[in-house]
């Protein structure tokens, strides 16, 4: 028989109509395998609820994520004493971490089972001038700066903030050596006296989140936690397309934007404020009502 021969007399093909064609490729697409994605998710509203208590479902459906190939690991304003802890409870050990607002990422030594890390990138800066401008405006405020070998020292007691291991200093030995951070907190004030002091004083020098409590939270210029999941996506080499992070507040602004505009998707908790949501563009449950468990569990 020749090839010729082989080929199908015209007419004889079964044709579908267009109609019917294009519902085939909608559910190809629906079943098509989802390539390895980078999981970026926010402790503080997003894993933990307030009372440290972990979000609904959230262990069940990190481990379902990760059965599915994908990275989940944290990117939070908490440094790695408080972090690691928080990915045990998990029952994760990422390949990174992203503490203290993005000043450090920590990077995993040995496979996928070991829980020995290391610094990976640390970022620093010099708090004399911050230190100065904020210690003249908020006299009755609280302080903690994060060194680069992760030992904090404080000058009076942090609500909320664990400080096993931390030093208590005076306030002018805070500047003595450059800094990852420096915390501010001020029981008195609220998050909206907090945004007017930035906006009277300018903090142009340095780069700043405020918290849904009465702190202010100040890292390197330039740096939060999307310059280092950037870095951690360079490394892993995952397209930004597949990128997925997860949040509640305004420290996670920029790792939102960062994702939306290259292809990725980012998805506010529910009870966060109005400008999370409009950087998410996508807005979950709360995490009372289990919104990261949701989430994955749909992936």
């Known amino acids: 028989m020749t090839d010729e021969a082989a080929l199908p007399r015209i007419g004889d093909v079964d044709t579908s109509p267009q109609d019917e064609a294009a519902e085939v490729v909608v559910d190809v697409a629906r079943t098509a395998p989802v390539g390895r994605m980078l999981i970026a998710l926010d402790i503080d509203g997003t894993v933990l609820l307030e009372d440290e208590s972990l979000s609904p479902g959230v262990v069940d459906a990190v481990r379902h994520a990760q059965d599915a190939g994908h990275e989940v690991m944290l990117a939070t304003g ?3 004493d408080s972090t690691h802890t928080v990915m045990g ?8 971490a992203v503490c203290s607002n993005g000043a450090i990422v920590m990077r995993r030594i040995g496979g996928p089972d070991a829980t020995d890390y290391e610094r990976a990138h640390v970022e620093t800066f010099d708090p004399t001038e911050v230190l100065t401008l904020l210690g003249e405006h908020l006299h009755d405020a609280h302080f903690l700066v994060e060194l680069p070998d992760g ?20 306030f ?37 989140a405020i918290g849904w409590t009465a702190w202010l939270d100040i890292a390197p210029q330039g740096v939060n936690k999307s310059t280092s999941l950037e870095l951690v996506r360079e490394w892993l080499g995952i397209p930004p397309e597949n990128v997925l992070v997860m949040g509640d507040g305004r420290n996670d602004i920029e790792m939102m934007q960062w994702a939306v505009s290259h292809g990725g998707r980012a998805i506010a908790m529910q009870q966060g404020p109005a400008e999370v949501h409009a950087a998410a563009g996508e807005v979950g449950l709360s995490v009372s009502d289990g919104g990261v468990a949701a989430v994955l569990r749909a992936l």
């Open 78 to 80: 908490r440094s790695w």
């Open 89 to 96: 409870r998990l029952g994760i050990h990422p390949e990174y």
């Open 151 to 170: 030992q904090r020292l404080f000058t009076d007691y942090l609500d909320d903030w664990n400080l096993q291991g931390a030093n208590k200093v005076a």
């Open 172 to 208: 002018a030995e805070l500047s003595h050596q450059p800094v990852c951070r420096v915390v501010v907190v001020a029981p008195e004030k609220t998050d909206k006296d907090f945004l007017q002091l930035v906006e009277r004083i300018g903090l142009t020098q340095v780069s700043y």
